[in-house]
């Protein structure tokens, strides 16, 4: 079998991108000093051992040995594509097939279709393209880091050449959340490393606005200075603030300003709800605040409670303080009094201290002679 034939050539098939090289290399088992040779798709004679027999600079000898011939194809070409043979010119001719494919790499993904700025719930639609690719490219969008779902590839085969050029479209119903978000269109190709070649697209939106009162402090107090800031959180920026008191006119030491509602100095009248409408072109939302004036010497109440609850927790501890000294005091009065009165027996009706303590002894001997009795 050819298997067992030690002059019957082996090489193997091999993949490679169009620019890059590749190797293709014919080995024998055995040496009956016959010259190995390799030739290209069309027959041509490239190699013949260590001679050159074909004037392309791109195809270099790599080692020739005895046993083995491989050399280099540089600049890789489409037209390169096909089947290469290694012969050993035995009796008979002995041929090994190496089959070269090469992949046409996909050009950096353009994305289309999108000019102008969408107000919110409309629709946008995109579209990638990329060209040249072989096999056929897959496009993949994502918006940020999450992968999304766009419509099936179309694939057209590029005239008078092997390559195809793949396209998608997205359509995407576009949120607030979605102004200023990154639509990436990346081509998923065996010529490239995931994430080699892609393009991104910014969506801008156009929403009307989120308005939110905000005040100068959380202590307007009686005769001093004051201000409310109206915050209105739209695309385009807003272009007009329109300040007004619900059920009443404005305060006449009230100043508009802009998105500003300044007070020259706080009186207790001014109490109410201030309304803010803001328009931006796209929409108009209003936000609302209820001034409440305080007495000139009012303290910040949120400090008050601070205040109440570190005076709570500073007393807790003090009493569970307390209770663990008295506790402690009251353990170690009572084992105090035993141990006096197992120190004293006998020493109580001593007229002296050194009488006692020569009593307490006794007693102590005492006992122990009683218990050696009675062992």
Not at 72 to 80: F, G, K, Y
Not at 359 to 368: F, K, P, Q, T
Request: hydrophobic residues 35%.
């Amino acid at each position: 079998s050819v298997n067992d034939d030690p002059l019957q050539p082996v090489t193997s098939d091999e993949t490679v991108s169009v620019g890059g090289t590749v190797t293709l290399t014919c080995r024998v088992a055995e040496s009956d000093n016959s010259s190995l040779q390799w030739s290209n798709t069309a027959q041509q004679t490239l190699y013949f051992g260590e001679k050159r027999a074909l004037r392309d600079n791109r195809i270099q000898l790599h080692r020739s040995t005895s046993t083995e011939l491989s050399i280099t194809i540089a600049d890789v070409q489409l037209s390169d594509e096909g089947e290469y043979t290694c012969s050993i010119f035995t009796m008979p001719v002995r041929t090994a097939r190496a089959t070269v494919t090469v992949l046409g790499v996909p050009g950096k993904p353009q994305i289309s279709g999108f000019e102008n700025a969408v107000p919110e719930g409309g629709k946008v639609t995109l579209t990638c393209i990329s060209t040249g690719s072989k096999p056929p490219a897959r496009l993949i969008w994502y918006r940020g880091d999450q992968e999304l779902e766009g419509r099936p590839d179309v694939v057209e085969p590029v005239p008078d050449d092997p390559t195809y050029n793949v396209s998608s479209e997205l359509t995407l119903e576009v949120s607030r959340s979605d102004d200023n978000a990154l639509i990436t269109c990346a081509v998923d190709h065996p010529s490239l490393a995931p994430g080699d070649k892609r393009s991104e697209q910014a969506l801008r939106v156009l929403y009307s606005p989120e308005v939110v009162i905000s005040p100068e402090n959380n202590l307007p107090r009686e005769g001093e200075k004051f201000f409310l800031q109206c915050l209105g959180n739209g695309n385009p920026e807003p272009t007009s603030y329109m300040w007004e008191k619900k059920d009443g006119e404005l305060p006449p030491l009230a100043k508009v300003d802009g998105a500003f509602l300044r007070f020259e100095m706080l009186n207790k009248s001014d109490n109410g709800v201030y309304l803010c409408q803001v328009d931006n072109g796209i929409g108009n939302n209003q936000g609302e605040y209820t001034l409440l004036v305080q007495d000139p010497t009012a303290m910040l109440t949120s400090s008050g409670v601070d205040h109440a609850v570190i005076g709570g927790v500073v007393a807790v501890i003090v009493f569970i303080l307390l209770c663990l000294l008295i506790v402690l005091g009251r353990y170690l009065i009572r084992h105090k009094g035993t141990y006096l009165t197992h120190e004293a027996k006998g020493s109580d009706d001593a007229p002296d201290a050194d009488t006692a303590i020569i009593n307490a002894e006794g007693g102590h001997s005492g006992a122990e002679d009683k218990k050696e009795y009675f062992i």
